[in-house]
């Protein structure tokens, strides 16, 4: 990373706002308190020194308690104070916070900012970034403005000031990673093999033990599992409500890390894994490079072992469907391609990444061991010196050149209060051709309100099952996969639910809603047979509790399905890698493999019949 992706400080707070971790970096400040000398004219109205941990754990509970959570609105709202991060009015502010520090009252001479906020666990990180005092200032300015949002096309907005801030990203990723090992996600990218061999973590590589397996299969290794934090398990939630119960925090092995990975406030090396090995293992002669070789700070060690590459594609689809006119469907790919490259000595390995063209790449990021050559008309040479275990070469966003693996409409009417229609017409892999394969494919239809009591009706293939709150449709089932066809799919059919209840938010910060009896309503209800379905509409959905931004689908007033899918084969974007292109220098005889896996993110059916929130469009 270069020089400009610096932090200031890093604390951690537990779940009641005491600062359980902190670690500043004098070098780094030092170059801010120089800054701040050099211009006198802008920083005598900043917080020019870091805060002690209780100052800090105060700012933090004063805006905790004045944006309403940790995170706070991201919006404008009627409570929202001039000065706070609320007033700017754009939900990156729910990521990137500024305190107001020892001051009951928001004044210019106390703001810290940036501070990136991950919540992890029970636990909230702060990454104080290092920014120019005029970034600190624009913020502030920002702060204050009369106008709601951000403008289009205007250089004054949130998002153009912290495109100009590499330290932002560096800081990130800082929170992140160290977000993980404290809850102990240190896990590598997952890479997938055809053949039969697995692969283990970076302590195989090291000791070149790789196992025999009598099927393919994918392997992601855990690297903490044996870390001095403990076998905490895999998969911790992210929310903003602290979780309880977690193991207490490792000081120790947060600052050897720290020491390792960014020793003067600048990132080095945030791969845990390289840390950690080095911290039990060591070195020894044998571990050593040739003297004419550079060994790179991302291969501390040299493989020693039978040599093999493995690339694996890794897409995630998102999709908005309306099957409506005046609203067009979005559909998204996000893509990783994961590599492990088991290569003795310190070879350079490029290749040649094609179907940019179809692809259309709207972003792309590479591994800091990857050079990129200029880009062809639809392919992009790379050249990288890879380091050891599983790692991600390169992430990406692109348009989905297949088109959706799933496409139609879902309706849902109400009929009466406790009783709608439903139709599901679909059509699944349409211009999808062999090799590629949908594995499974299965449709929910959530109902988080409402109580279901019985489901009627019959698809044309696959089977239904039915909770108390949601209904599950397999069409694709494992072991009976779609390959190299197209197919077409309706489910209609009716569903009952239980006796309508008003539902209200409780005072407490929860999810679920109090039930509370309709009383306020004692008239009668019309004896026609003509239902008013819009009046059905809008009295079932009076009263709902208010939109929160944690869960963006559990919006209780929409009606929608949710599809998930698995599709393996190819890429549906059109990225791809030639294993008879792979190059490896100095030659060496090592098999590549290269495959792929496809599989859902939020991919949504809204109700074509009822309400749908989407993005307006200029």
Not at 59 to 87: P, T, Y
Request: glycine residues 8%.
């Amino acid at each position: 990373m270069s020089s400009g992706c610096s932090v200031r400080a890093i604390w951690i707070l537990n779940n009641i706002d005491a600062v359980v971790f902190s670690r500043r970096f004098p070098v780094v400040e030092k170059r801010w308190r120089t800054s701040c000398n050099a211009n006198n004219d802008t920083t005598d109205q900043i917080f020019s020194s870091l805060p002690s941990d209780s100052e800090l754990a105060d700012a933090f509970l004063n805006r905790r308690l004045k944006e309403g959570s940790a995170r706070g609105f991201g919006i404008r709202k009627s409570n929202s104070s001039l000065g706070s991060d609320s007033w700017v009015d754009d939900p990156i502010t729910r990521h990137i916070i500024g305190l107001y520090i020892n001051k009951e009252r928001h004044d210019d001479k106390n703001l810290l900012w940036p501070l990136i906020l991950h919540i992890k666990g029970h636990y909230s990180l702060l990454v104080l970034a290092m920014v120019e005092p005029k970034h600190v200032k624009a913020y502030e300015r920002l702060c204050k403005t009369p106008d709601c949002g951000s403008s289009i096309g205007l250089d004054d907005s949130l998002s153009s000031l912290l495109l100009d801030l590499p330290a932002i990203t560096g800081a990130f990723m800082i929170a992140h990673t160290i977000g993980d090992i404290i809850t102990g996600d240190t896990v590598e990218p997952e890479v997938i093999m055809a053949a039969a061999p697995s692969v283990g973590g970076l302590f195989d590589s090291l000791t070149g033990s790789i196992g025999m397996s009598s099927r393919a299969k994918p392997v992601s290794p855990q690297v903490a599992s044996s870390s001095p934090l403990g076998t905490i398990g895999q998969g911790s939630v992210t929310a903003d409500t602290p979780k309880m119960g977690s193991r207490p925090l490792d000081k120790d092995a947060l600052r050897t890390f720290i020491s390792s990975s960014m020793p003067f406030g600048t990132p080095l090396d945030l791969n845990y894994s390289n840390i950690f090995t080095i911290k039990t293992n060591g070195f020894s002669a044998s571990d050593l490079a040739p003297t004419d070789q550079k060994q790179p700070a991302w291969k501390p060690y040299l493989y020693k072992g039978k040599q093999r590459m493995i690339f694996t594609t890794h897409e995630i689809v998102h999709a908005a469907l309306y099957d409506r006119d005046e609203i067009p469907d979005i559909i998204s790919v996000s893509g990783q391609i994961n590599c492990r490259a088991d290569l003795e000595g310190l070879p350079d390995v490029s290749f040649p990444l094609s179907g940019l063209n179809i692809a259309k790449l709207e972003v792309s990021s590479y591994h800091p061991c990857a050079q990129v050559s200029d880009q062809g008309p639809d392919k992009q040479g790379v050249v990288f010196s890879p380091p050891l275990g599983n790692f991600v070469l390169m992430r990406y966003q692109a348009t989905c050149a297949l088109g959706p693996p799933v496409k139609g409409f879902y309706q849902l009417s109400m009929v009466s209060e406790d009783k709608g229609a439903f139709l599901f017409k679909l059509r699944l892999m349409e211009g999808y051709k062999s090799p590629l394969t949908m594995e499974f494919c299965t449709v929910t239809m959530p109902f988080p309100r409402r109580r279901i009591v019985s489901l009627d009706g019959t698809p044309s293939m696959g089977t239904v099952s039915t909770s108390e709150h949601s209904v599950e449709w397999k069409i694709v089932t494992s072991g009976r996969g779609l390959t190299g066809k197209s197919i077409e799919v309706t489910f209609p059919g009716t569903i009952k639910f239980a006796p309508w209840k008003n539902q209200t938010l409780s005072s407490s910060r929860s999810f679920v809603g109090t039930i509370v009896e309709d009383d306020s309503d004692n008239e009668a209800e019309n004896a026609s047979n003509m239902v008013n379905e819009e009046h059905l509409m809008e009295k079932m959905n009076k009263d709902l509790p208010p939109v929160d931004l944690e869960e963006p689908f559990c919006w209780q007033a929409y009606n929608y399905a949710k599809v998930s899918f698995k599709i393996v084969g190819a890429s549906i974007s059109g990225i791809s890698i030639d294993p008879k292109s792979v190059s490896i220098y100095p030659a060496v005889k090592a098999p590549v493999e290269f495959s792929t896996q496809v599989t859902s993110g939020d991919y949504i059916l809204w109700n074509t019949l009822g309400k749908c929130p989407h993005v307006a469009t200029v």
